[in-house]
Nanobody, 116 residues
């Protein structure tokens, strides 16, 4: 089992910044992928960014140049620095952990609201 605890969401004005954190605990594999997904009301959950144990990153086109994902492997924590936030970034943000063969865990979600 892996537990994910997210923090850092909140209300911010357009153009502002927020930093999300996700701390993983439990049976952590040394080779894993952690990432952030988001879900706005009435929409499907979508990829925001992922990072593997080696630091390789992947971003949704909508956040490239504005968001940065990073991780601290020693603390099993992943971060999402969100800059130049837009109202369309408003959503519940979920941390995800995956590892072979078929391990997949989600955090409980943290709300990000960007006012115009």
């Amino acid at each position: 089992q892996v537990q994910l605890v997210e923090s850092g969401g909140g209300l911010v004005q357009a153009g502002g910044s927020l930093r999300l954190s996700c701390a993983a605990s439990g049976s952590i594999s040394g080779n894993n992928v952690m990432g952030w997904y988001r879900q706005a009301p009435g929409k499907q959950r979508e990829l925001v960014a992922t990072i593997n144990s080696g630091g390789r990153t992947n971003y949704a086109d909508s956040v490239k140049g504005r968001f940065t994902i990073s991780r601290d492997n020693a603390k099993n924590t992943v971060f999402l620095q969100m800059n130049m936030l837009k109202p369309e970034d408003t959503a519940a943000y979920y941390c995800r952990y995956t590892a072979l063969p078929l391990y997949l865990y989600w955090g409980q979600g943290t709300q990000v609201t960007v006012s115009s």
